[in-house]
Structures are given as structure tokens and as C-alpha cells.
């Protein structure tokens, strides 16, 4: 889930820009020096112009394995639809990626569906279909969402059907799919390498990298969520 509890990011929203910045500034300060150095480097790298959407994944280190692609690859949010299987990324498996890529619950696939539109995503079903492309063929100028699905069924009809358009990834072998975390990892290489070396503003915004640093600030400091409560309260 995203890393800050409601109550404190009710209190985050009103801050000011300008009073952001100082938070973190105090924030940063309990963080050793390379940490902070890592944090202004890969916040700058975090894009949110791709999410990814998971459907159902009861396999933990599948679930696991796709968080740990979606941080390498700089992607930082990923929305989870539990219809029928709870999301329970294995830790020795994510090594620590679930402390800084967002997770969002869902109970449904429509539900889902209209919060990515409201948030102006594109919904990219990855699967063979009548009006598919190819993963590289992929218009990537609007935001969109990648969605995939359980690991023997795939996407289910509903997932299908209420997507925008569709995705496939090359196959020239006997086998007829990739395993769900391989066909994560390599659609999000795929469309990342193609996004930085585009002109597309995949970047996030100055505020949504102060945001994002804040949040990881609450993982790298002991009781963090306290700490920022307490910092927040002392501006």
C-alpha cells in the first residue's frame, strides 16, 4: 500500500510545497548521507507515466518477483486486484522492493478499472487478442496500464473485455506463454527503455519526488511514521 497512512497524508496535503521541502530536509537529516545521495538519484529515475495491474496473482513469489522488476525498472506504482486471492509478496523474494514501490488494493477488476481512468491511464490487457500488438508496436505517448493476469488462466473474460486495447509479447517456441513475473519483466523493459529514450514527459513532478522521498524517508528511519508526524507537527 502507499507507504504513508491516510491521517498523515491528510496532514501532508496541506502542507505547502516550500513547507515540503523543509520536512524533508529535517527528514533527510536522519538518514545517513547515502541514502539521501540514493534517494535524489533514483527519485528522479521513478516514473509513474506506467503501472502496472495484477489480477489476482495467488503465487507469492510471483507477486514478489513482479514488485522486484517494477522497482528495478523505476516504475513506481502497482495497483492489485484481489477478487478471490489476497496479494502476499514473499520477502525473499521482493529483497526489500515492497519498502519502496506503492501498492493499491482492489477488491474488483471494474473498480480498478475506473480509478486507472480517473487517473487518465490507458487499460493494456496483456494478452493475445483479435486487435492485439506487439509489445514493441506499443503507443506509449499516453500513460498506461499494464495488466496481467493469474498464472494458469491468465486475465480473466471481464479483465479482457473492459480493457482499452491489447499487448503481446513475441513467442517462437514450442511453450505458449511466459510465466507472469518473465511477461512482467520483460513488458516493462521493453516499454521503460523505449520511454527514456523518447521525448514523452515520463518524469515525476518536482512535488511528486518530495512526496516520494517522504515516503521513503517513513521505511529508512526507525518508526518512521511517528518521526514524520512529530516533524510535521513541529513546522
Avoid at 502542507?15 to 527528514?27: C, G, M
Avoid at 545521495?37 to 507469492?60: G, N, P
Avoid at 506487439?134 to 498464472?151: C, H, K, N, R, W
Avoid at 518521526?227 to 513541529?234: A, Q, R, S, T
Amino acid at each position: 500500500m502507499p507507504r504513508i497512512d491516510s491521517q498523515t497524508l491528510t496532514q501532508l496535503n496541506t502542507l505547502t510545497p516550500d513547507q515540503k521541502e523543509r520536512l524533508y530536509q529535517q527528514a533527510s537529516e536522519l538518514i545517513s548521507e547515502n541514502k539521501r545521495d540514493l534517494f535524489d538519484r533514483l527519485a528522479s529515475l521513478r516514473t509513474r507515466h506506467i503501472a502496472v495491474v495484477l489480477e489476482d496473482i495467488y503465487q507469492s513469489h510471483n507477486a514478489s518477483a513482479v514488485l522486484r522488476s517494477c522497482d528495478c525498472f523505476g516504475v513506481q506504482d502497482v495497483h492489485v486486484i484481489e477478487a478471490n486471492n489476497p496479494f502476499n509478496p514473499a520477502g525473499d523474494v521482493a529483497v526489500g522492493s515492497s519498502k519502496w514501490v506503492d501498492y493499491y488494493p482492489y477488491h474488483d477488476t471494474p473498480s480498478a478499472y475506473t480509478r486507472l481512468r480517473e487517473m487518465g491511464y490507458k487499460i493494456v490487457a496483456t494478452t493475445p487478442h483479435t486487435n492485439d500488438t506487439l509489445i514493441t508496436d506499443l503507443d506509449i505517448s499516453q500513460p498506461i496500464a499494464l495488466v496481467f493476469g493469474t498464472e494458469l488462466t491468465g486475465l480473466t473474460p471481464q479483465a479482457i473485455d473492459l480493457a482499452d486495447s491489447y499487448v503481446k509479447i513475441p513467442m517462437y517456441g514450442f511453450t505458449e506463454s511466459f510465466n507472469i513475473s518473465v511477461c512482467a519483466a520483460l513488458s516493462l523493459f521493453s516499454i521503460t527503455s523505449r520511454l527514456r529514450n523518447s521525448n514523452i514527459p515520463w518524469q515525476l513532478t518536482p512535488e511528486q519526488i518530495i512526496d516520494l522521498k517522504l515516503h521513503w524517508c517513513t521505511q529508512a528511519i526507525r518508526d518512521g511514521e511517528s518521526v514524520l508526524n512529530n516533524l510535521i507537527n513541529k513546522l
